[in-house]
């Protein structure tokens, strides 16, 4: 369980450190010099540094990043969780300390191949944070957090979150500046649902021989129904159970890691959700049912 234990923090430090590298590459070698800018917490601190280059005060977008993700990190902390937190919060701050240290380079004089290989870069430093349970922090704290206090989805924030970037780059820098933001942005989300998943909801049929070991576990880590099926392997013409239950795309991670725990057998076959009707609770509600439980 140790050596496990080990390994899996091994994996996410390895994941958060070429997250970190890639991302910083994409924002000095493509979208600073090219003047377009990336999505969240990354394109605000690009627009505040190009305001202030264009004054003649020259700070790098990094100090920018590291300054929003402090009180971000702070909100995190108490609001969101503290594993989620903590890990994206290193993210984050190592991808300030590398956007600071990496000089800005124009490697490509072509804005169209800026925009799309920044995009890129950015979607596969965002998308392997995702896939492994954390983030590269920033919005993606804040839109969590608003979602709690304001009962819109995730989505939706992120989308107004950007739109504005988008709107302010074009009426600050030129509305060429603000297109070749949307070509990066899209490139970004198209390369984050090829990697981590497209859809925001899962269902997920786990076949197991270990079904009440597997649902204590599950129980344990995710706040979700999960329905019984008897099932019968046509090969091994033995026995088993089919455990179906539906999950949003940031529960992916813990449902798969969770599984693999208990039953390193067990077959899971991942479907996308088109619709949904019925009680399906949101982090907010699972946030109360966890610290309704915690308190009996």
Request: glycine share 10%; hydrophobic share 50%; net charge positive.
């Amino acid at each position: 369980m140790l050596e496990t234990k080990r390994r899996e923090v091994g994996k996410h430090l390895l994941i958060l450190v070429g997250s970190a590298i890639i991302t910083a590459i994409a924002l000095n070698e493509f979208l600073v010099p090219g003047k377009i800018f990336s999505a969240g917490i990354n394109g605000i601190s690009q627009i505040i540094a190009t305001l202030l280059a264009a004054g003649g005060i020259h700070l790098s977008t990094g100090w920018f990043i590291l300054l929003f993700n402090i009180p971000i990190g702070l909100l995190g902390w108490f609001k969101v969780g503290r594993g989620f937190t903590i890990y994206s919060i290193m993210v984050a701050v190592l991808n300030s300390v590398l956007a600071i240290i990496i000089p800005v380079n124009n490697i490509s004089n072509n804005s169209l191949l800026a925009a799309l290989f920044g995009g890129i870069l950015t979607g596969v430093g965002v998308a392997y944070p995702l896939k492994n349970g954390f983030s590269t922090g920033g919005m993606d704290i804040v839109a969590v957090v608003l979602e709690k206090t304001t009962g819109r989805t995730i989505g939706t924030l992120m989308l107004m979150i950007n739109f504005g970037i988008v709107i302010v780059a074009g009426f600050l820098f030129g509305w060429e500046s603000a297109l070749y933001t949307i070509i990066s942005i899209y490139a970004m989300s198209r390369v984050v649902d090829s990697i981590h998943t497209r859809h925001q909801k899962l269902t997920a049929f786990i076949v197991t021989s270990q079904q009440e070991t597997v649902i204590a576990e599950l129980n344990k880590t995710l706040i979700r129904g999960i329905t019984v099926i008897p099932s019968f392997g046509a090969y091994t013409r033995q026995s088993s159970t089919v455990l179906m239950t539906v999950i949003s795309r940031y529960e992916l991670y813990t449902l798969e890691h969770a599984v693999k725990e208990v039953d390193p057998q067990a077959f899971v076959n991942l479907v996308n959700t088109v619709d949904i009707e019925g009680n399906f609770y949101n982090e907010t509600e699972q946030l109360k049912l966890r610290e309704e439980t915690a308190k009996k």
